[in-house]
């Protein structure tokens, strides 16, 4: 056995190792993060939103941008398949497919994301109250408010010493504040730049031992004392816990919205499709599977074994990327997966058959088995690189005009065919040239071959 071949079992080993792992453990695995399953909106249900702009003269270009700031928090919160879509001229529409926290997810969707930090006047002004700032001097008030209170009734308004615009969303991070009379908290860092900065340094310079709030989308957060000047403008926000730190920073750091959105209705959306489709899904790929398996097995005998092998570490690896990635699954994207899996078979059929051919020209079975990768590849390859053509063009189309679904069968489909190429090309050749030494001319039946039967020519001139 060559080192060549040692190497590439061990990876194989490796990997089909590690893909079983992923599939096996708990929801909840060393990476810190939740890897199981997530099904689409038409499987499993979820809430749709409806949002609306506040301003009356907002134009289309502004809801563009509200709509790819949304679309970026919600991808922030780990929902998949998601789809965010302008409504008229003044709405968005977001679908969630199986938001564990609702609320949560509301709250981050209507916040415009705009951070200050204000001159309270020697205040320590309370933790959740609503203000007015020169920055953002009328408010859009939270559900519930407009009953009780108008915007006179909120108090002064408070200087801006920052600008929103000037938060450099790249240093906007999640972290751990350290010491302090309350321990380890968690927190926000931040970073503003230009005439933000500046002010920023300047106020705090000379108000040491002063407070100093910081309010997001008009409402304080808290309200910290200045004990040394902010020259480079950065900072921590600390918040009371990572589910406040996780919502703030999701606004923070996917950008602000152009304008206000309120929620004008918030409902709840079954599943379309449910569990019923999903087992009829799986049914209907394991049934395919086995009959692809019985056809290579009796046609090809041996090398259909190493096949379906290969074909099952293929599945296995797929579902391991599906909860890795993650990749939200939908029928669209079950449909991807197992188109997959026939053009990851049509591989093998290409090289099984211009195996048989090399070796009814009287080579023997190493040979063989080498030209028939070697001849076969450019097929391989061509018919690969078209497909995963297809598969961008879906993926962008879908990205483009908000088609999730269509995303989610093409993301399934390119993913598919990358994978095949390397069961195909790396891991079927690796078992049958494992496998070479079992091979004598007498055992030609192992492969399904008469050689009594004529080869077909390879070129003209082997013809003549």
């Given at each position: ?242 589910t406040d730190r996780d919502n703030i920073l999701n606004q923070l750091k996917y950008g602000a919205l152009p304008v206000p959105l309120v929620v ?201």
């Open positions: 056995m060559r080192s060549r071949e040692i190497i590439s079992i061990l990876g194989i080993v490796i990997i089909a190792a590690l893909a079983l792992w992923i599939n096996l453990a708990p929801n909840q695995m060393a990476l810190g993060r939740d890897v199981s399953f997530r099904l689409g909106l038409d499987l499993q249900g979820g809430i749709q939103v409806l949002l609306r702009a506040t301003d009356p003269d907002v134009d289309r270009e502004q809801m563009e941008i509200a709509r790819g700031v949304i679309e970026r928090r919600v991808n922030a919160l780990g929902v998949g398949e998601t789809l965010v879509q302008v409504a008229g001229n003044d709405r968005l529409i977001v679908e969630l497919p199986g938001v564990d926290d609702p609320e949560q997810a509301v709250e981050t969707l209507r916040g415009t994301g705009r951070l200050e930090f204000i001159d309270s006047q020697g205040q320590y002004l309370p933790s959740g109250a609503l203000i007015r700032t020169t920055g953002s001097p009328n408010p859009v008030l939270p559900e519930g408010v407009e009953e009780i209170q108008t915007l006179d009734d909120l108090g002064p308004i408070f200087e801006s010493i920052t600008d929103g615009a000037d938060l450099d969303t790249s240093s906007v991070q999640p972290a751990f504040s350290q010491g302090g009379v309350t321990g380890s908290r968690p927190a926000v860092s931040f970073a503003f730049t230009g005439e933000s900065a500046q002010r920023l340094a300047a106020f705090t310079a000379q108000n040491v031992g002063q407070p100093m709030c910081i309010v997001l989308d008009n409402v304080v957060i808290s309200c910290p004392q200045i004990n040394a000047a902010l020259r480079d403008g950065s900072g921590v926000i600390e918040v009371n816990d990572v004008e209705t918030s409902r709840s959306v079954t599943a379309t499709l449910g569990q019923e489709s999903v087992e009829s899904s799986i049914m209907a790929g394991a049934i395919g599977l086995s009959l692809v398996a019985i056809y290579m097995l009796a046609f090809y005998r041996f090398p259909g074994l190493l096949a379906t092998l290969a074909l099952a570490l293929y599945v296995l690896i797929s579902f391991a990327l599906y909860r890795l990635i993650p990749i939200t699954l939908t029928l669209p994207g079950i449909a991807g997966f197992v188109l997959s899996i026939g053009l990851a078979v049509d591989a093998n059929v290409l090289i099984f058959s211009r195996l048989r051919e090399e070796y009814r020209r009287g080579r023997d079975i190493h040979s063989a088995l080498e030209l028939g990768f070697e001849e076969s590849w450019s097929a391989i390859r061509d018919s690969s690189v078209s497909t995963l053509i297809t598969s961008i063009v879906l993926f962008i189309f879908g990205n483009s005009f908000g088609v999730s679904i269509i995303q989610g069968f093409a993301l399934t489909l390119g993913l598919g065919i990358l994978l095949s190429l390397f069961t195909a090309v790396v891991v079927t050749r690796t078992l049958l040239r494992l496998s070479t030494p079992i091979f004598r001319d007498d055992r030609a039946w192992i492969f399904g071959i008469d050689r009594t039967k004529p080869a077909v020519a390879k070129s003209a001139a082997e013809a003549i």
